[in-house]
């Protein structure tokens, strides 16, 4: 396992289109975690499930947004009628549930909403 | 309510120089603290973390960070800064079902 996946790397695509984004984890990490990143901003957190389960999805920015995790493992994050205003990196990152560990992160997708 | 600010949106050193990038949190739960760096276009890198235990935490690249709870602090240093450093660097607060980040840290190492 070499680490968090994150597809697409690069994302450009209309105002009002629907775009989906996957995450695959480390394999034994339980937790997976969205974050978005815009220009000179730390990392945003948007939500996170505990294997399939979504436990916070209260920081997702609008009913535009959603997640899922449908087996546990890997993750889609999709944004339905894009805006420019999502234009952003997305990250993803896993970590163990047990304990204090840090979270792994891969490597973003970066939308660009035109 | 948990927070972190990082002092300083841009630091430069000149190579061979100590490097101080500051961090401060806010927290309503014993922290747990990490010191993230991300370069261009990248994930975030793990540098180091602080859980429990000894204050003064080592971490890769020979960067390390001391934890000063009286002054809800956790700086990161290295005595000596190498070309290779320049990068972005976040310092993070754990709270147990999130990181909350700060808004990064500039490096830029002059030779």
Redesign the interface.
Known sequence: DTG?S?NPRHKITKRGQNVTFRCDPISEHNRL?W?RQTL??????LT?FQNEAQ??KSRLLSDRFSAERPKGSFSTLEIQRTEQGDSAMY?C?SSLAEG?T???????T?LTVV | AQS?TQLG?HVSVSEGALVLLRCNYSSSVPP?L?W?VQYP??????LL?Y?TGATLVKGINGFEAEFKKSETSFHLTKPSAHMSDAAEY?C?V?TG????????TSLTVIP
């Open positions: 968090v994150q975690y974050y000179g901003q730390g990392p945003e957190f996170y436990l916070e990250l990152a204090v840090e979270a792994f992160f891969g490597q973003g970066r | 972190v949106s747990y990490f993230y276009n990248q994930g975030l890198q793990l973390k859980t976040f993070a754990y079902n999130q990181f909350y980040f700060g808004t990064g």
